[in-house]
């Protein structure tokens, strides 16, 4: 399983990012796919999932509303478009998918939301 984070860098506050997350190694349109990510000195934390086949989503409360998480079962990729930035939406953010009930994560893309 590989997964490959990729859109992060530097915004403006209001701005926009959209992250992609490629994955390979598993029949991706079978499983269900996250967004985590990790703040300076905080611990990681969820942001979005999706369902399989993207007719569920769920988003935390900090971003609902501003973030739509997607997919694209054809090309084995997750997205996470990210409206609205704030500062504290600064972290590196990571993909997960849980597969054979192991978790598999990507290396993560920095979003630094600043003026």
């Known amino acids: 399983v590989q997964l490959v984070e990729s859109g992060g860098g530097l915004v403006q506050p209001g701005g926009s990012l959209r992250l992609s997350c490629a994955a390979s190694?598993?029949?991706?349109?079978?499983?269900?796919m996250k967004w985590f990510r990790q703040a300076p000195g905080k611990e990681r934390e969820w942001v979005a999932d999706?369902?399989?086949?993207?007719?569920?989503?769920n988003y935390a409360d900090s971003v609902k509303g501003r973030f739509t998480i997607s997919r694209d079962n054809t090309k084995n990729t997750v997205y996470l478009q990210m409206d609205s930035l704030k500062p504290e939406d600064t972290a590196v953010y990571y993909c997960?998918?849980?597969?054979?009930?192991?978790?598999?994560w990507g290396q993560g893309t920095q979003v630094t939301v600043s003026s």
């Open positions: 999706i369902t399989s086949a993207g007719e569920i989503k």
């Open positions: 997960n998918a849980k597969v054979y009930r192991i978790h598999y």
């Open positions: 190694g598993f029949t991706f349109s079978t499983y269900a």
